[in-house]
């Protein structure tokens, strides 16, 4: 366990020097702050999408959901297209990217705690009406973002497309500072939760059973992993298949239940994947991808080993 | 003990559990029999809290279910379902551990580990208790969620169906570990069973569940006799005394 962590956290530190460093061609001054930060930014959105993901999934007992299945990251793009189809680009609102971020991230947490007075509460939850529900709310917010994107000046649409597509070459860097102090007093609520997700993990009888109040840690956790998709799509766009590929790969790397091992675990794997797959955009194709058709491409694949995995199994 | 007052439960526009109210005794099996679709299973989740009632009061030794604290409750009763499909790899040591959590939050000390390995020995699982669940036979499960439930010391303890998917061997080995649980330990075991052979060679007191009410309640003699199944089952059922344990013959 402690031999898979130092190689974890030597691989991150060598990729981050390799990332600032490797072809920084003399113009220090004005590449190191630009990569620094990229790289801020690479570790916030890793590190909360390994977060939410593994916390979605301990929170449904379902190792192949993520939060975008709830629509959760529709959602935030349907945030944006409707500010910009009523305001326009140039308002306030959209112009001002730490109060947008403010306005979605509230409409989030809204959201969520709907979905969850819809479906946690009600007794006898199935967990196929809770995938369903939440693919129907993801098609619902992106046919209406895709209908007003249809209607609205095409310079604005560009405006969009900007965000519609994860990629770390254009980070929305004026709202990392508030996505730090966001994550950081996430860090701190959350931790005192560690050891409830623990029990959780067990699925829902056994956890009353242990004595957990269900409804209180489920909510929180919830509204938790609702901030964290937010930040993370607010910062790069959406990118929760990530999530699938790095829970999955923590998972089989740990094999533990101790959520403490695997919430580290998966946020140093997310970093190292996010920041090796962005060397290899940059570097070997050029910026001629983004790494979100990387992320997708070899998340697919491992997508369907799963899948025959677990069906050998049977 | 355990108060059931004027209980009830809809699903819907059917009353699963219509206005039942009970009394179980301390330090006795009590075991819940009844046809399918009975409410055995619906009563026993509301004393547990695993689901809410819709009216009534549940009363365990004074304290009122909706008002104490989940945590304290699960110091008292302790609940396992018939299906424990747990999604996490876990070894039998480390399921044991979470019946602690209750008193430890996670943070297991000596004395904790010393509970954890006393429930490993009383259900006989040394040998085999850093094994994963995945590996274990269905007996050898129902072993390791029992210990667990022992592991977290409670004075009531519910199963629901515990001798589900179990063979004979198996199934007289747990109702045993029962009635020495009972006997040596001193708890109170409230179980819902469909082998009336085994509610009656095992427990106490038996309560009999119909449509949602109580049928009939009281001791194996009062329950265990041709025209009462009848009332319950709506078949006849012969009875025979073995070795002065009462049987019932079904089959034809």
Not at chain 2, 102 to 113: A, I, N
Not at chain 2, 198 to 204: E, I, K, L, T, V
């Amino acid at each position: 366990m402690k031999a898979k962590f130092t190689v974890l956290i030597v691989l991150a530190i060598v990729l981050i020097l390799a990332f600032l460093f490797v072809d920084a061609g003399g113009n220090w001054d004005y590449i190191i702050p630009r990569r620094l930060k990229k790289i801020l930014a690479i570790v916030l959105t890793g590190g909360a999408i390994a977060y939410s993901t593994m916390v979605f999934q301990t929170i449904t007992n379902n190792r192949i959901l993520t939060p975008s299945i709830l629509g959760l990251d529709s959602l935030y793009m349907f945030i944006q297209t409707l500010v910009i189809f009523f305001f326009g680009s140039t308002n306030l609102t959209m112009a001002n990217k730490n109060i947008n971020f403010l306005i979605s991230v509230g409409l989030m947490v809204v959201f969520s705690a709907i979905l969850y007075k819809l479906l946690f509460k009600r007794e006898g939850q199935n967990i196929y009406f809770l995938l369903l529900i939440g693919l129907i709310f993801g098609t619902l917010f992106q046919s209406m973002s895709s209908f007003m994107e249809v209607l609205i000046d095409p310079n604005e649409f560009l405006t969009i497309q900007d965000r519609m597509f994860a990629s770390f070459n254009n980070v929305n860097s004026e709202i990392l500072l508030i996505s730090v102090i966001a994550m950081l007093i996430l860090a701190l609520y959350s931790a005192r939760f560690a050891k409830y997700l623990d029990v959780l993990s067990l699925g829902k009888d056994h956890a009353v059973n242990l004595g957990l109040d269900y409804d209180y840690v489920v909510k929180r956790m919830l509204v938790v992993v609702a901030i964290l998709v937010s930040i993370a799509t607010a910062l790069v766009g959406p990118i929760t298949f990530l999530g699938l590929l790095v829970a999955n790969v923590t998972q089989q790397m740990f094999k533990t239940y101790s959520h403490k091992v695997l919430l580290s675990g998966s946020i140093l794997i997310s970093i190292v994947a996010l920041i090796g797959g962005q060397l290899v955009v940059e570097r070997v194709f050029t910026f001629s991808t983004t790494i979100s058709v990387i992320i997708n491409f070899i998340g697919g694949v491992y997508f369907i080993y799963l899948l025959l995995k677990e069906n050998k199994s049977w | 003990m355990v108060e059931v007052k004027n209980v009830s439960k809809k699903y819907g526009n059917k009353h699963v559990v219509e206005n039942v109210s009970i009394q179980i005794a301390k330090g006795k099996i009590t075991s819940f029999i009844g046809p399918n679709g009975a409410g055995k299973s619906t009563l026993l989740s509301m004393i547990s809290r695993l689901i809410s009632k819709d009216s009534g009061q549940i009363v365990i030794d004074g304290h009122d279910i909706t008002q104490t604290k989940s945590n304290d409750l699960a110091k008292k009763i302790s609940i396992l379902k018939q299906s424990n499909d747990i999604s996490v790899r876990l070894t039998i040591r480390e399921l044991v551990s979470f019946g602690r959590f209750p008193y430890s939050q996670g943070r297991l000390t000596k004395e904790d580990w010393k509970y954890v390995d006393e429930a490993i020995a009383y259900m006989r699982l040394e040998d085999i208790q850093d094994k994963y669940l995945d590996q274990l036979s269905g007996g050898q499960r129902q072993r390791a969620y029992i210990a667990m439930v022992l592991a977290q010391d409670t004075e009531y303890i519910l199963l629901d169906e515990p001798l589900n998917n179990l063979d004979m061997k198996h199934s007289v080995q747990i109702m045993k570990v029962l009635r020495k649980m009972v006997d040596e330990l001193g708890k109170t075991i409230i179980i819902v069973i469909h082998d009336i052979n085994f509610a009656s060679c095992y427990s106490d007191f038996i309560v009999a569940l119909k449509d949602g009410k109580v049928v009939k309640e009281g001791t194996i003699d009062e329950i265990i006799n041709t025209p009462t199944l009848q009332e319950i089952y709506d078949m006849e059922i012969q009875v025979e005394t073995i070795n002065q344990n009462k049987i019932c013959i079904y089959f034809n």
